[in-house]
């Protein structure tokens, strides 16, 4: 975002950085940074806190009355607590359907409320609803069962990665739905997909598969996040 912020005032935009590392804000100096020291993926800090994300704002639209270079720290500190996720998921009802489909039809209700009350999916960079998730799911299971992955034309264009990205929005999504309390905290969310999910396990099994198929590289590491 730093390098973005030089580009556009380059162009005569103004910018202000909300930036969660001080060091790299202040190696790139932008000429208006708010240092943010909250959990990563929460630059606004407290989630649903409408009055804290709002002063956030404030404070940052307030450096644009400066020429800058200029880099102020939000006064607030807030600490990464990485609390476990907790999500009833439904018990097995297609015995012969493969786990991870079964679990995906099991939530398809959950997802499709989400979708109700948020007004929007953000499932469909390149499978189609649930209907794409649950034959996803269906040919990793195959690839992990020893189908080659390149024989499966289920696998739109080949890219993996967006398969897997619909795959686990499809489950964030219905897992807001399902869970109780607040949204989880840093990797809780992925951590559950991965851990405790049919899916997760699944498309974890398929990726080792098509590694141990001499896969390409890119086609199998970024089917889950790198440290995994």
């Not at 995906?104 to 609803?129: S, Y």
């Not at 990793?140 to 739109?156: L, S, V």
């Not at 398969?163 to 809780?188: F, K, M, N, Q, W």
């Not at 992925?190 to 001499?214: C, L, N, P, S, Y």
């Amino acid at each position: 975002m730093c390098v973005l912020a030089h580009v556009l005032e380059a162009a005569g935009i103004a910018t202000v950085v909300l930036a969660s590392s001080r060091s790299v804000a202040e190696r790139m100096a932008a000429p208006r940074v708010l240092y943010c020291e909250f959990p990563l993926g929460r630059p606004l800090g407290h989630p649903g806190d409408a009055e804290f994300q709002h002063d956030v704002l404030r404070r940052a639209f307030a450096l644009l009355e400066s020429d800058g270079p200029v880099l102020a720290d939000h006064p607030e500190v807030i600490e990464g607590i990485e609390e476990g996720m907790s999500c009833q998921l439904p018990p097995r009802f297609d015995a012969e359907a493969p786990p991870a489909v079964d679990e995906a039809r099991g939530i398809r209700k959950a997802w499709e409320r989400a979708v109700e009350a948020r007004g929007h999916t953000d499932v469909g960079r390149i499978l189609d609803g649930a209907d794409g998730v649950a034959d996803a799911l269906a040919m990793f299971d195959r690839i992990a069962n020893g189908a080659h992955w390149k024989d499966d034309e289920t696998i739109p264009g080949g890219n993996t990665i967006a398969v897997c990205h619909d795959i686990r929005t499809y489950y964030e999504e219905a897992a807001l739905e399902l869970s109780d309390g607040p949204p989880p905290a840093g990797r809780a969310m992925e951590a559950w997909f991965h851990e405790q999910t049919e899916a997760g396990k699944t498309v974890m099994a398929a990726r080792a598969a098509i590694k141990d198929q001499e896969g390409p590289f890119p086609v199998w590491f970024y089917m889950a996040p790198a440290h995994r």
